[in-house]
Structure formats: C-alpha cells, structure tokens
C-alpha cells in the first residue's frame, strides 16, 4: 500500500510538473510569434529600378489631354475646334469612361508602375488639363468627382488669377480634394529655344510659385505644345521634376520618364472616337 501512494504521489508530481511545462510554453508561444512578427516587418525587399529599355517595354496607360471646355461656333478656326471640348460632349465622355470600368490613377502611381513595377487598377487611365483655364475647374472637376475621377492641372503661372483663368484659390482647392497641380512653364514658350535664364523662368519659378500655393510637392511637368529636345531633359531633371509629358510622339530611348505620352482630346470627336482613340493610341 506505502509503495501504492508512493507511486501516485511521484505520478501527480510529474504530471504537475507537465502541466506547468504545457502552461509556460503556451504563453511564450504569442510571444515568440510577435517576435518574429516584428523582425519579419523590418526586413525589407530591395526595390526593384527599371532600366529605359524595361521601361518602354511596359504597356502604357491611357492619358487625355484637355485644353478648352466650351462652346465653340462652325466658324470658328480649325485649331478652335480641336482644342476646345464643348461641356456636354465632356460630361459624356466622362461618363462614358466610367461606364467602360476605367480608374483614373495619378503621376505618382505611373511614377511607381514605370520605374518600380508597382501595381494600377483595372483600366488605369490619366486625365490632365492644359493651359490653367477656369473652365477645367467650374466644369472639369465638377463632372469628374460625379464618378470619382481625379485629374492633373498642368499650370502656366503666368496666367493665374487673370480674367477666365484658373485662381489661386482654385488651384489650392484642387490640390486639397485630391487632384495633382504639375507646371506648365511660366509664359508657354517651347522649351526647344531656351537659353540662359530661360531655364529658371520657366521651369525653377513656376514649381516654386505652385509650391507656395499647394504647400505641396509639384514633381511633374508638361511640354508646351509637346515640343522637347534632349538638351532640355537634364535641365528639367535638375529643377527637380521627376517625370515630363510629351504628346503622342516617339518616347526618348534613354529617358522615357521625361517623354510621357499624351493623347489631345479634340473638340470634332464624338465620344465613340473618343474611346476608340483612348484604345488604339495606348494599346502596345
């Protein structure tokens, strides 16, 4: 019988003895995986950094180039006509485009799509306006934030606050609902015939004149007329701009951030040549 209880008592210690084990491992158990946890978040992935030729490899995402939004008259001159979108032909492309399942995406996503792989939405496509004109905020934005649609406002500074132009308080407004505020130059002279301090007055002064208005960032620019050379991409990546935007035009083999390509939207299309053209242009 002593040898009976003897046994029990060494069988409940080493069972107790298990417990208290089964117990301690239990709660170092969370806490070893928080530990893991935390180192694995530290670790992180190199990036990956596309070279040019990866870059022009990759397909290119739909982007709309707007100038006017008004009325114009069968008189009106050819270049009138092209340049300037009547409102309701803007709100039905608009509409259109959102009915089609396009996501407008902005520079800094297609920054990070060329350079780094990063991901887009479903039929990402780029909505931007030329020339600083009142109408792109009265009409544009307005139609736009009916589908949720963000857009970029190339600004010519010389032309803010003037009569039909876009305001400083209209500038800073965009900015603050989401859509991006790029430089235009200062006065639309073509970049291909500056010399000297050219460089400044067009290109320096103007980001720094939006920057004082948005409190923001401006690191995109557009080509007046779409015109550049290769002697203007180093001065613009010297003024601090990260990407520049052409026209539908060859990109450049060698830096094809600063050749952005554009589509000019024009006043004589229907909205099915519109689309058609959104499609055909970008579809490498």
């Not at 990759?58 to 009325?71: A, D, G, S, T």
């Not at 485009?97 to 799509?113: E, K, N, R, V």
Request: charged fraction near 25%; glycine fraction near 4%.
């Amino acid at each position: 019988m002593k040898n009976y209880f003897a046994c029990l008592i060494v069988g409940l210690a080493v069972l107790a003895s298990c417990q208290s084990k089964e117990e301690e491992t239990a709660k170092e158990t969370p806490q070893k995986i928080n530990v893991v946890k935390e180192i694995a978040t530290k670790i992180e992935v190199p990036r990956v950094t596309n070279d040019a030729a990866t870059i022009l490899s990759k397909k290119e995402v739909p982007i709309l180039c707007y100038h006017n939004i008004k009325n114009f008259k069968a008189s009106d001159g050819p270049m009138t006509k092209v340049y300037s979108v009547k409102p309701a032909d803007f709100a039905a492309q608009m509409k259109a485009l959102s009915a089609a399942g396009y996501h407008t995406i902005l520079p800094a996503q297609l920054y990070d799509y060329l350079l780094h792989d990063g991901t887009l939405p479903s039929k990402p496509i780029m909505i931007t306006f030329d020339d600083t004109r009142g109408e792109q905020y009265t009409i544009g934005a307005t139609e736009m934030e009916k589908y949720g649609f963000k857009g970029v406002f190339f600004v010519m500074t010389v032309s803010i606050n003037r009569p039909n132009y876009l305001t400083k308080e209209q500038i800073a407004s965009l900015s603050k609902t989401g859509h991006v505020i790029a430089a235009h130059t200062w006065d639309h002279h073509r970049v291909t015939k500056y010399t000297g301090d050219d460089w400044s007055t067009q290109l320096v002064k103007p980001k720094a004149k939006l920057e004082e208005i948005t409190g923001k960032p401006v690191s995109y620019f557009a080509y007046p007329f779409g015109l550049w050379n290769k002697e203007a991409i180093p001065e613009i990546k010297k003024s601090g701009y990260q990407m520049a935007y052409i026209l539908s035009t060859k990109r450049d083999s060698i830096d094809p951030l600063y050749t952005i390509r554009r589509m000019i939207v024009s006043g004589t299309w229907t909205t099915e040549r519109m689309m058609k053209s959104t499609e055909s242009t970008f579809s490498k």
